[in-house]
C-alpha cells in the first residue's frame, strides 16, 4: 500500500533529523569509547559513523536511480566487508559525520520535489526484490536514528563494563 501525503511528510522530516540523532548520540561518547567494541562481532560507534557514511552516499543515489532511471537496478553491498576492507577504524569519523550531514542536506530538497508517481515506480534490489521509492523512504527514515540508538547502546556497555 502506498504512503499517503501526510505519512511521506512525516518520514521526510524523520529523514531530515537523522544526521543530528547521529551526531548526538557520537559526542555524547567519551573518546576513550570511541573504538571500543560491545562484542569482537559488533561495531564501535566510530565504524557505526563511518557506515553510515558509506549508506547515506549509497541511499542518495539509491532514490536518484528510482526517480529517473528506466528500470533502475538497486545494488546490495556486505556492509561487513565494507567495514573490514576500507578499514573503518582508520577512516577520520569527522569526515564520515560531515559526509552523512551534507549527502542528506542535499537529498532532503530534492525529497520535496519528487512528483508523485516516483515514490511508486518499481525498481529492483539485488536483495530483496521488488523496491520502490517508499520502500526507500522507510528504511532511510529510521536508519540514522537506529544507528544512533545503537551507539547508544555501546556508550551503556561501555559504562558498564567497570
Known amino acids: ?7 511521506r511528510a512525516a518520514l521526510i522530516r524523520r529523514y ?3 544526521p543530528a540523532k547521529l551526531r548526538a548520540a557520537f559526542e555524547k561518547m567519551p ?5 571500543w567494541r560491545p562484542a569482537p562481532d ?14 547515506e552516499s549509497n541511499a542518495a543515489l539509491r ?6 532511471e528506466k528500470e533502475p537496478l538497486i545494488v546490495g553491498y556486505d556492509q561487513e566487508q565494507w567495514a573490514k576492507t576500507f578499514d573503518y577504524h582508520g577512516h577520520p569519523v569527522d569526515l564520515a559525520l560531515a559526509t552523512v550531514e551534507a549527502v542528506r542536506a542535499n537529498t532532503v530538497p530534492l525529497l520535496g520535489r519528487l512528483p508523485a508517481e516516483t ?9 530483496s526484490g521488488r ?7 522507510n528504511t532511510y527514515a529510521s536508519h540514522l536514528e537506529g544507528h544512533a540508538r545503537q551507539i547508544e547502546r555501546n556508550l551503556e556497555a561501555w559504562s558498564a563494563r567497570k
Open 63 to 68: 532514490i536518484r536511480y528510482l526517480g529517473a
Open 1 to 7: 500500500m502506498p504512503l499517503t501525503a501526510d505519512e
Open 119 to 127: 515514490w511508486t515506480r518499481e525498481g529492483k534490489h539485488t536483495e
Open 131 to 137: 523496491y520502490t521509492g517508499d520502500d526507500w523512504l
Open 42 to 55: 559488533k561495531w564501535s560507534a566510530h565504524e557505526v559513523v563511518v557506515h553510515c557514511a558509506d549508506s
Open 16 to 18: 531530515a533529523e537523522g
Open 31 to 35: 573518546a576513550a569509547a570511541r573504538q
